[in-house]
C-alpha cells in the first residue's frame, strides 16, 4: 500500500528509544527552565496564536501532547481551559514537567509513555499535538497510526517538526541561540541520532502528508512558514531550522 510498505523502521527501534532517552534525561532540567521562561516570554503567546490559526481552543477539549517533554503545551492550553494529557519517554522530563505546572497552579496530566505506542481507548481525544518529537521517532508509521487511533472522528492531528539532521551542517552553531549553552558532547550526541533515524533522510513535510493520506485522514495541510510568526525575533529561544507544521483531521 504506497508508502506504508517502502521503509522498514523496525530494526533498530529498541537502541534508538534507549538512546533517544539517555540524551533527553541529560537535558531535563535545563530544558525545563528554559520552556517556563519560554511560556511566560512573548514566545507563549507566539505559539498560542500558531496553534489557534488551525483550531478553536475550548473549554474542556480533550488534548494529547505526545512527547510532552516538561510540559510547554500543556502550559499554554491548560492555563486557557483545555484538558490536556502530556505523555514522554523520558521519566526526568515528566518529573520536571511536574514541577513547572505545579509552580503555575496548571491541572494537567503527565504520564511516562512511549509516545508510538499510546495507551489510551480508541477515539479519546479532540486533539493530538506535538512539538519537535516526529524527527527522533523510529517507526513514525506506527506512531501515526496510533494517534489516528486515539483521536475522535473530526479530530485534529497538529504537529509541529523541522528537518534538524539534514539542517545540522547547514548552520554555524552560533546562529541556533536556543541551544548556544549546549555542551559539545551533547550536540555530539544529538548529531549520533540523527544519523540512526530513516526519518531523517525522508522529504519532510511532503514524506508525512503521503503517509496521512494513506492512514486515513484527510484534510491534510502543511504549512513551511511557521518559523516566521513563532521566531519573528532572535531571541533565546530562536533556532535557525525552518519549522513546519501538519494539520489533518480524522
Not at 521503509?7 to 517556563?36: C, L, M, N, P
Not at 544519523?195 to 494513506?214: C, F, G, I, N, Q
Request: negative net charge; contains cysteine; hydrophobic residues 35%.
Amino acid at each position: 500500500m504506497g508508502v506504508l510498505k517502502d521503509i522498514q523502521f523496525q530494526d533498530e527501534s529498541k537502541e534508538i528509544k534507549t538512546k533517544v532517552k539517555s540524551y533527553w534525561t541529560k537535558r531535563a532540567d535545563t530544558f525545563a527552565g528554559a520552556r517556563h521562561e519560554e511560556f511566560h516570554s512573548v514566545q507563549g503567546q507566539y505559539w498560542f496564536e500558531e496553534i489557534s490559526k488551525n483550531l478553536q481552543v475550548c473549554e474542556g477539549m480533550k488534548v494529547l501532547d505526545v512527547g510532552c517533554g516538561t510540559g510547554f503545551f500543556e502550559a499554554v492550553l491548560g492555563s486557557r481551559g483545555a484538558q490536556v494529557t502530556g505523555i514522554d519517554l523520558t521519566p526526568d522530563m515528566i518529573t520536571e514537567g511536574k514541577k513547572l505546572l505545579a509552580r503555575h497552579g496548571i491541572d494537567a496530566q503527565l504520564l511516562v509513555m512511549d509516545a508510538e505506542n499510546p495507551d489510551f481507548p480508541d477515539e479519546t481525544f479532540d486533539l493530538v499535538i506535538s512539538r519537535n518529537l516526529t524527527w527522533t521517532l523510529p517507526d513514525p508509521i506506527h506512531a501515526y497510526r496510533e494517534w489516528h487511533r486515539v483521536l475522535k472522528t473530526g479530530g485534529i492531528l497538529l504537529n509541529f517538526d523541522a528537518e534538524y539532521a539534514k539542517n545540522f551542517h547547514n548552520y554555524d552553531q552560533k546562529q541556533n541561540i536556543a541551544h548556544k549553552d549546549l555542551d559539545e558532547a551533547l550536540i555530539e550526541e544529538c548529531h549520533d541520532i540523527y544519523h540512526m533515524l530513516t526519518m531523517s533522510t525522508l522529504p519532510r513535510p511532503a514524506w508525512d502528508e503521503t503517509v496521512l493520506r494513506e492512514i486515513g485522514f484527510r484534510e491534510i495541510t502543511t504549512d513551511l512558514m511557521v518559523s516566521t510568526r513563532i521566531y519573528r525575533e532572535q531571541n533565546q529561544f530562536y533556532v535557525p531550522d525552518p519549522v513546519f507544521s501538519i494539520r489533518a483531521v480524522k
